[in-house]
T-cell receptor
Framework: DAGVIQSPRHEVTEMGQEVTLRCKPISGHNSLFWYRQTMMRGLELLIYFNNNVPIDDSGMPEDRFSAKMPNASFSTLKIQPSEPRDSAVYFC????????????FGPGTRLTVL | SQQGEEDPQALSIQEGENATMNCSYKTSINNLQWYRQNSGRGLVHLILIRSNEREKHSGRLRVTLDTSKKSSSLLITASRAADTASYFCATEAGGGSYIPTFGRGTSLIVHP
């Protein structure tokens, strides 16, 4: 299995631009998580999907952030418009039995907003 | 607020020594997990320990759980330079929620 796949691995953009991060979970996993990691705030859960349905998005910072999971094998996290404070590493993770189960993390997308 | 908090924040040891990291949490849990993160990489799952378990082993890793003290420890025996990484505990948010929360991690440096 290829594991969780994220793209792009690095993204540099200018303030105000739209950013789209992509994730392909492990086949057969029914739960998907988006996290953001910064030095200041550590690892924060942004949103959690179960069977393609958003279950908890209380961690989404504000309306500029949105996430979708149109099918079991693909999810996107979009930031529009982006701001410098959004600079972070964004991780996608998936699990087979829900949030209390082992999560498998992707390699992350390092986002820099200038 | 975060459920799990690791202690110490940083740990520096020599190869061959044992490394002990602790995790404290606030509300009752069903399980607790430990993850490792190498620099520039995603987190990798190490061990899951359930609330009815007190100790679990995996290779050179030993995890204990004390639900009465709401704490867990991760012991790495005979450490190697390759163990250099950040280590995180993950617990459920509590209050019936299974949403996982991670602490800030312990940064371990093992000097060869």
């Amino acid at each position: 299995d290829a594991g969780v796949i994220q793209s792009p691995r690095h993204e540099v953009t200018e303030m105000g631009q739209e950013v789209t991060l992509r994730c392909k979970p492990i086949s057969g996993h029914n739960s998907l998580f988006w996290y953001r990691q910064t030095m200041m705030r550590g690892l924060e859960l942004l949103i959690y999907f179960n069977n393609n349905v958003p279950i908890d998005d209380s961690g989404m910072p504000e309306d500029r952030f949105s996430a979708k999971m149109p099918n079991a094998s693909f999810s996107t996290l979009k930031i529009q418009p982006s701001e410098p404070r959004d600079s972070a590493v964004y991780f996608c993770a998936s699990s087979s039995l829900g949030p209390a189960d082992t999560q498998y993390f992707g390699p992350g997308t390092r986002l820099t907003v200038l | 607020s975060q459920q799990g908090e690791e202690d110490p924040q940083a740990l520096s040891i020599q190869e061959g020594e044992n490394a002990t990291m602790n995790c404290s949490y606030k509300t009752s849990i069903n399980n607790l997990q430990w993850y490792r993160q190498n620099s520039g990489r995603g987190l990798v799952h190490l061990i899951l320990i359930r609330s009815n378990e007190r100790e679990k082993h995996s290779g050179r890793l030993r995890v204990t759980l004390d639900t009465s003290k709401k704490s867990s420890s991760l012991l790495i025996t005979a450490s190697r330079a390759a163990d250099t990484a950040s280590y995180f505990c993950a617990t459920e948010a509590g209050g019936g929620s299974y949403i996982p929360t991670f602490g800030r991690g312990t940064s371990l440096i093992v000097h060869p």
